[in-house]
């Protein structure tokens, strides 16, 4: 009965805010919109035979105030948990069933990973949404065109870009609470500031950010009752990013950028039953360094990129030793090269062809209480050529395939392909059918390959993914709507072995396969010309082997409603079915299955631009019913929160 009360109430929310409409243009046609993330090279998503969300920079303004997590976990078929969780706290990506290591992040086309992790992933809370321009996410086996860990889902991030004015400024500040559910002091626990200037001077073109971020409040291991006082885990966070651009010529194009981040906050010990979690002794920093050079080059019939990157990440640790009632001290570093040619050449308007090769250098050092692990030991380098054959018929048939053969210095070569099919029906309103089948690898870790329960005989993960969907736009394109279903084979998985009588340890290849499947499907809707609904629905099963942290059903709503070009108001609804997890009893020396009950988030924003371009403030309340909930077992989650902040235009 709670849960149909607070469900009414957020309908009854939508139905008064649809009485005051007014009339305004009509939606953008949603197939005509340019995507990259299938091709590498522009195209019209009509073209595409994959349904690719995009996140444009409009869209992350309507939901001010939350984080890049946050905001990405009400992506369709895209679930990141912790992200309701302290900021200290890991996430966990997942996309079709897979995790971490089974997704790929793009950071304005490069892949970006941390080599020094048990496995190859990218850590989100390194990035301030406020540097983000756009993201577009693929879903499905994507390593023909990026290679190692694109085997559940791509995830393309842009960041911000340089205004065409010769100088242009921008600042933002925002305060807000960070409590939990029964946490009612509602004063100021975290707080997000930045500035950014950038232009376009002549042939040269800048953009330069700082942003801060600091939060305090919740501890990360849920205490055991509302009675019991654990220390609050602080969450602090440095970001620079810098971007220079040079047009040598009309065809010519130079791109430079370096980035520094850097976290430091407190954490808790592993969550077990013993109640002995909480410290006020651990604290861990990272820091990431990342440069890079990206030339362009235009010619009659194509265009040639060159991406290139340099990353260096840096994590120590400080944690108290239980048995020793001592700080015990880990060091991780890692660094990792990335450098992607790709060529795209138009044999006609209707025919292309994508050629490139990718070369990868990654390697490793740690250190910690249990052993040192010296780079020099734990380093490998992929060398992988690719082809993509792109056709565009006029009469709606559109084929996307190609292959790639990968040639990695410790297990040898591995091939993998895609075949994508789509047709554009040319009726009366735009319909568009799609089909695929690709495949996908992922490269063992350093650590699963070199440490001290490494394993050099390890081959990669292979996936393999079928789907099969549509896209379309009715009722004179204010209805959009999408639909696919999926089917996706993992082979050769790698996990982790121990022998308890001999007390063997290492990694290894699983025998067998495990299967994901499910369906994503999408909608959006204007019902007037200021009144818009968005919602999306999730359906997941895998295996009993992978369902761990993934919910059966997901489901967002948002309405958005604009009384004017300067008002905007924004009620959003996410309901999150029943999940599986696990934990370790410390007192029969054992993990444990446990079920995670479902719940509901209603969130509200309110935004105004008080002087036009110039000033614009929001409010935003999120788990405005209060939910208490958990993501992870004995992990603390955020109840209702307020936040106000206001962003600037120099």
């Known amino acids: 009965?709670?849960?149909?009360?607070?469900?009414?109430?957020?309908?009854?929310?939508?139905?008064?805010?649809?009485?005051?409409?007014?009339?305004?243009?009509?939606?953008?046609?949603a197939l005509k919109e340019v995507v990259v993330s299938d091709t590498k090279f522009s195209q019209n998503r009509e073209k595409s035979g994959k349904v690719i969300e995009v996140i444009s920079a409009a869209d992350l303004e309507k939901k001010s105030g939350q984080s890049l997590a946050t905001f990405l976990s009400q992506v369709t078929g895209l679930e990141i948990n912790g992200n309701q969780s302290a900021n200290g706290k890991n996430l966990g990506y997942y996309i079709r069933g897979g995790k971490n290591r089974q997704v790929l992040i793009l950071i304005d086309g490069i892949p970006v990973t941390d080599a020094s992790g048990i496995s190859f992933e990218y850590d989100l809370r390194l990035l301030p949404v406020e540097q983000v321009e756009r993201i577009e996410i693929m879903k499905?086996?994507?390593?023909?065109?990026?290679?190692?860990?694109?085997?559940?889902?791509?995830?393309?991030?842009?960041?911000?870009?340089?205004s065409k004015k010769e100088i242009e400024g921008n600042a933002y500040m925002n305060i807000g609470s960070n409590n939990t559910a029964d946490n009612h002091h509602y004063n100021g626990q975290e707080f997000n500031q930045g500035i950014s200037v950038n232009g376009t001077v002549s042939k040269v073109n800048y953009f330069a950010g700082l942003n801060s971020t600091e939060t305090n409040g919740m501890s990360q291991i849920a205490a055991p009752t509302s009675d019991t006082d654990y220390e609050t885990d602080r969450f602090s966070r440095q970001n620079v990013l810098a971007k220079l651009g040079y047009k040598a010529t009309e065809k010519l194009t130079l791109d430079f950028f370096g980035n520094y981040d850097r976290i430091k906050n407190d954490y808790d010990l592993s969550f077990?039953?013993?109640?002995?979690?909480?410290?006020?002794?651990?604290?861990?920093?990272?820091?990431?360094?990342?440069?890079?050079?990206?030339?362009?080059?235009?010619?009659?019939?194509?265009?040639?990129?060159?991406?290139?990157?340099?990353?260096?990440?840096?994590?120590?640790?400080?944690?108290?030793?239980?048995?020793?009632?001592?700080?015990?001290?880990?060091?991780?570093?890692?660094?990792?090269?990335v450098v992607d040619g790709y060529n795209k050449y138009n044999f006609s308007n209707q025919l292309a062809i994508i050629l490139g090769a990718t070369y990868q250098f990654n390697d490793m050092k740690s250190q910690t209480p249990f052993s040192t692990i010296e780079k020099e030991l734990t380093k490998f380098n992929i060398v992988d050529g690719y082809t993509t054959l792109v056709y565009n018929s006029n009469f709606g048939l559109n084929v996307n395939t190609g292959g790639r053969l990968n040639h990695h210095s410790a297990y040898g070569n591995n091939f993998v392909f895609n075949f994508n099919p789509s047709y554009n029906?040319?009726?009366?309103?735009?319909?568009?059918?799609?089909?695929?089948?690709?495949?996908?690898?992922?490269?063992?870790?350093?650590?699963?390959?070199?440490?001290?329960?490494?394993?050099?005989?390890?081959?990669?993960?292979?996936?393999?993914?079928?789907?099969?969907?549509?896209?379309?736009?009715?009722?004179?394109?204010?209805?959009?709507?999408?639909?696919?279903a999926f089917y996706r084979d993992q082979n050769d998985a790698i996990n982790f072995y121990f022998n308890p009588?001999?007390?063997?340890?290492?990694?290894?290849?699983?025998?067998?396969?495990?299967?994901?499947?499910?369906?994503?499907?999408?909608?959006?809707?204007?019902?007037?010309?200021?009144?818009?609904?968005?919602?999306n629905y999730t359906f997941t099963q895998v295996d009993e082997v992978l369902d761990r942290l993934i919910p059966k059903h997901k489901a967002n709503a948002s309405l958005e409603y604009q009384p004017s070009s300067r008002t905007l108001f924004n009620v959003s609804y996410q309901y999150f079915d029943a999940r599986n997890d696990a934990f370790y009893d410390a007192n029969t020396f054992s993990v444990l299955p446990i079920k995670l009950g479902s719940y509901q988030l209603v969130n509200l924003l309110v935004k105004h631009e008080l002087i036009k371009n110039r000033l614009t403030v929001f409010g935003a309340a999120t788990n405005i019913l209060n939910e208490e909930f958990v993501e992870n077992v004995g992990y603390a989650t955020r109840g209702r929160n307020f936040k106000i902040g206001l962003n600037i235009v120099l």
């Open 501 to 535: 009588v001999t007390f063997d340890s290492f990694y290894v290849n699983v025998d067998g396969s495990t299967k994901a499947k499910g369906v994503e499907s999408s909608l959006s809707y204007a019902v007037l010309p200021k009144l818009h609904i968005n919602a």
């Open 1 to 29: 009965m709670k849960k149909t009360i607070r469900i009414s109430a957020f309908f009854a929310l939508i139905t008064t805010c649809a009485l005051a409409q007014e009339k305004d243009s009509l939606a953008v046609n």
């Open 425 to 484: 029906f040319k009726t009366s309103f735009p319909f568009k059918m799609l089909a695929s089948y690709s495949t996908a690898y992922v490269t063992p870790s350093l650590y699963q390959l070199y440490s001290e329960y490494g394993n050099d005989t390890l081959t990669p993960e292979k996936n393999a993914t079928i789907e099969a969907g549509f896209e379309t736009e009715l009722m004179n394109k204010k209805l959009k709507l999408n639909a696919v």
């Open 272 to 337: 077990d039953n013993t109640g002995f979690n909480d410290t006020d002794i651990n604290k861990t920093k990272s820091e990431q360094i990342r440069f890079g050079f990206a030339p362009k080059y235009q010619y009659n019939k194509g265009e040639f990129v060159l991406n290139s990157g340099f990353t260096k990440i840096t994590r120590d640790y400080d944690e108290l030793n239980t048995f020793s009632n001592t700080v015990d001290y880990s060091l991780y570093e890692s660094r990792s090269i």
């Open 140 to 162: 499905g086996a994507a390593s023909t065109l990026y290679g190692t860990g694109a085997a559940t889902g791509v995830i393309n991030i842009t960041l911000k870009k340089s």
